[in-house]
């Protein structure tokens, strides 16, 4: 499962700023993903009879702690934020004017546990960026053939004993992906189901051996660096 995979689960356990000043107990990734639909539900703007817009570039502002230990994660906590701000908007029927942004904010003198959320409405082109997470790293789709194996000329080499040098293949053209099997010994899983070929929708997981890969396509903004939303303690990009 992917890293953020039961925030759904948990969206309003978001800490207050009494509780946090009280307990030190520090933000967790649950707790900006609340926040973060929270600014979407509180700035959704009704345009049209079937639109309503809503912000799509947030700065999320953190305490010098809470920004160091978020930060740690890299860049699949920003993804994983990314998605999960998307399917809130898909499941509100909200619209953005352009790709989703978010960055991370260190600020000096703020309590530990507050989370500050700002946003803006920026209009430009959605890039539809196409991920793969494997074995808890994050690969972004480069090219139209991705193999993932054991063997050192995978694409994506993964120490797992129990797969084939070359397992499994993703294949993707652009705006439609598929899987397929390569022959492995011991076969691979789609969504719980034995597959050697199968085209392969957005969220889907594929099983290998112990190996356990999540399929994702992210909408991000055109005009920003795929990972340039992390910023370093100067507040520069990395």
């Known amino acids: 499962m992917g890293l953020l995979d039961s ?26 993903t609340s926040a973060l639909r929270r600014e979407l539900d509180t700035k959704a703007a009704v345009v049209s009879r079937d639109r309503i817009l809503v912000p799509n570039r947030f700065t999320v502002r953190l305490a010098p702690m809470d920004y160091d230990r978020m930060n740690a994660i890299g ?14 908007a898909a499941a509100q029927h909200y619209s953005f004017s352009g790709g989703i942004s978010i960055t991370l904010e260190n600020v000096q003198g703020q309590s530990e546990g507050i989370i500050e959320v700002t946003s803006v409405n920026v209009k430009g082109t959605v890039a539809w960026t196409p991920v793969l997470d494997v074995a808890g790293k994050r690969y972004p789709i480069t090219k139209s053939r991705t193999v993932i194996g054991r063997g050192s000329d995978a694409d994506i080499t993964v120490d797992d004993s129990s797969i084939s040098r070359k397992h499994v293949e993703v294949l993707w053209d652009g705006k439609r992906a598929e899987v397929n099997d390569l022959g492995s010994t011991n076969g691979s899983l789609l969504n719980g189901n034995r597959v050697d070929r199968a085209p392969l929708a957005p969220d889907s997981v594929i099983d290998i051996g112990r ?28």
């Open 7 to 32: 925030f759904e689960r948990g969206l309003e356990r978001a800490v207050n700023g009494a509780f946090a000043k009280t307990f030190k107990s520090g933000v967790q990734p649950v707790e900006i």
């Open 75 to 88: 860049p699949a906590l920003i993804d994983e934020l990314t998605q999960l701000v998307q399917r809130h």
């Open 211 to 238: 190996t356990h890969i999540v399929f994702r396509v992210l909408a991000q903004a055109a005009d920003v660096d795929q990972y340039s939303d992390l910023r370093d303690d100067r507040g520069n990009r990395r």
